[in-house]
């Protein structure tokens, strides 16, 4: 049945409101799912009383416990064995990444490394690995391998960010392909975003990279930096 | 209290959740659990059933990352919307109000400083105009609906009003709301 534009607005603003219930709030979620004027609608109020989330003051962050029972939830990992380690190398596939990591490391094509990395992590899409990278364990160099990336189109560059969870991004430059390896000396800035845990993200961008400081194409790989 | 500069990056943590990165979902969750549960406790009144509303709501999280997209609002306003509406799914089986627990009970019954805040948010600006030009009841019960998640009925109860007098005011507050957001 198809609803009229003026009983689609109505609708819409209660159910996001809340007082769309029962029956009534799954009927229209059935019309929300066969109609994309319905989700335009539906959006529409999201996006605007989603403003009003912000006023609400944050409550203390909940006991691990919870953080345990969703990934049991999601990926059936036992909390019992759940251990710091166990819980980084959680997948075969993180593993791989990981060790694979280590070892592009120590393999380079030149000279003595100045130490083993601490953290790693693999750049990834859809299980596709691109780029490998390992944080120092004096947090000064980033060693930037490149994996299964191909080179940008005419135009385009690679940019590699820090994404801080409260700040910026942070730009750690442009990353090419055909250079397999490549070691950042990062300056103050960098190693202070790069202190905790990061999400490290490689953006497509113009060439030579981003003009405003900021992501502006799209995010094509990302991955958590991890202690190794 | 969200820092404007984060919002992109936010938009860049859910990409990485929507590319499967547990890693990254897991400091998503880190960050954003304790506004989570502040969104859910409001409107649930109970602690326990706040608790399993996060868990709901950052397992739809997870499976709909995907989806996201900038059209559906700030990246941190739609995941604390479906905690919104996984608390409100919960209501169904909620607790009368004389069970509610006492900590919970002081932050249900307050609203939050929601017009202070609108009107310093560059982005909510549009919002606050609007609000503003509400009749008093027709604010007053839109804010209690969104931040307390209550039904008409009980709107009528806690505002000692009609039920059809309580859900024109909703239903006019709505529309010119809309009206005056499009114009």
């Known amino acids: 049945m198809k609803l009229r534009d003026e009983v689609v607005e109505k609708l819409a603003a209660e159910y996001v409101l809340g007082t769309l219930r029962g029956q009534a709030r799954a009927r229209f979620q059935q019309h929300m799912r066969e109609s994309a004027r319905v989700r335009q609608e539906v959006w ?5 009383l989603g403003f009003m989330l912000s006023a609400v003051p944050s409550a203390k962050p909940l006991p691990a416990r919870h953080w345990q029972r969703i990934e049991q939830r999601l990926w059936g990992v036992a909390p019992a064995n759940a251990g710091r ?15 694979l990591a280590v070892v592009l490391w120590w393999s380079p094509p ?4 100045a130490s083993a990395p601490a953290f790693a992590t693999i750049l990834q899409d859809e299980g596709l690995q691109h780029w490998s990278l390992g944080l120092s364990a004096d947090g000064r160099q980033l060693r930037i391998t490149s994996l299964n990336a191909k080179a940008a189109d005419a135009g385009l560059d690679y940019e590699l960010w820090i994404v801080p969870a409260d700040s910026a991004p942070l730009s750690l430059g442009t990353i090419q392909p055909s250079q397999s390896v490549r070691t950042v000396q990062l300056t103050a800035e960098q190693m202070a975003a790069l202190q905790s845990q990061q999400l490290l993200a490689v953006s497509l961008e113009p060439a030579g990279g981003s003009t405003t400081g900021v992501p502006t194409g799209p995010v094509l790989y990302t991955g958590v930096l991890v202690p190794i | 209290m969200v820092r404007k500069s984060a919002g992109g990056n936010e938009a860049i943590w859910i990409s990485a959740v929507a590319r499967g990165d547990r890693l990254a979902f897991q400091q998503l969750y880190n960050q954003t659990c304790g506004r989570m549960m502040a969104v859910c406790l409001r409107i649930l009144g109970d602690r326990e059933q706040a608790e399993d509303a996060v868990q709901e709501a950052f397992i739809r999280i997870w499976h709909g990352a995907r989806d996201y997209h900038s059209d559906r ?7 604390l919307t479906i905690g919104r509406y ?14 509610i627990d006492e900590h919970a009970d002081e932050l249900v019954a307050t609203l939050p400083d929601m017009e202070n805040w ?31 998640g209550l039904s008409h009925e009980q709107l009528a109860r806690q505002l000692g009003h009609p039920l059809g007098t309580v859900k024109s005011w909703v239903r006019r507050g709505l529309g010119a709301l809309k009206r005056c957001l499009s114009s």
């Open chain 2, 86 to 99: 996984a608390a409100i799914d919960m209501c169904r089986v909620r607790r009368s109000h004389s069970d």
């Open chain 1, 85 to 99: 380690w166990w819980r980084w190398w959680g997948t075969a596939a993180t593993a791989v990444s990981l060790l």
């Open chain 1, 110 to 113: 030149q000279q003595q490394q």
């Open chain 1, 44 to 48: 529409f109020w999201e996006a605007q």
């Open chain 2, 73 to 79: 609002g700030a990246p941190l306003a739609w995941m």
């Open chain 2, 118 to 148: 609108l009107a310093a948010e560059h982005e909510a600006r549009a919002l606050a105009l609007c609000l503003d030009q509400l009749d008093g009841h027709q604010r007053e019960s839109i804010a209690m609906a969104f931040y307390q």
